[in-house]
């Protein structure tokens, strides 16, 4: 797994969103955009982590960011997740991971002693130029937004 890193150019990806439209990186060109990564719609880490987005959305936008959440469920479960708890930003159906190995966040992952592969929680921050800003390795779930707003 080579996930990209600051300094890196953000890839020209293409993907559906939960609503099935075509949602591509150049729609975003001369914004700052946060690109956000989870490993499965509706589950605890995933709820916290979206949530506390949400609710901080405006203070995100106020401050030039842009949101895209992006995991390799179906449109149907990504709509319902985000029809469930009303997320004002689009979210990614990367079923065929493209998105996803892209940015290289696909990989090894290990759980009660399980080894199996997936998705790592991750989060880019790309400028306006298209360059990442800032990779955001441990996410804290109730509190990332925190996280993308501090400097470092």
């Known amino acids: 797994m080579k996930t990209l890193q600051k300094g890196d150019a953000a890839p020209n990806f293409s993907s559906i969103d939960e609503q099935g439209n075509t949602i591509q990186y150049s729609d975003y060109k001369g914004k700052k955009l946060v690109v956000f990564f989870y490993p499965k719609a509706s589950t605890p880490g995933c709820i916290n982590e979206a949530c506390n987005l ?5 203070e995100l936008q106020d401050n030039g960011y842009e949101l895209l959440g ?3 469920d179906s449109t149907k479960r990504q709509s319902n997740f985000k029809n469930k708890y009303k997320f004002p930003f689009p979210l990614l159906a990367d079923e065929s991971k493209e998105v996803i190995n892209a940015f290289g966040v696909w990989g090894p992952k290990k759980f009660m002693g399980r080894e199996y592969n997936g998705i790592h929680r991750k ?5 306006e ?3 990442i800003d800032r990779v955001i390795d441990k996410v804290k779930t109730k509190d990332h937004a925190a996280q993308i707003l501090s400097e470092n």
Not at 123 to 127: A, M, N, P
């Open 70 to 72: 992006v995991s390799a």
């Open 129 to 131: 130029n298209g360059i």
């Open 123 to 127: 989060t880019f921050l790309i400028d």
């Open 54 to 58: 949400r609710d901080h959305y405006k």
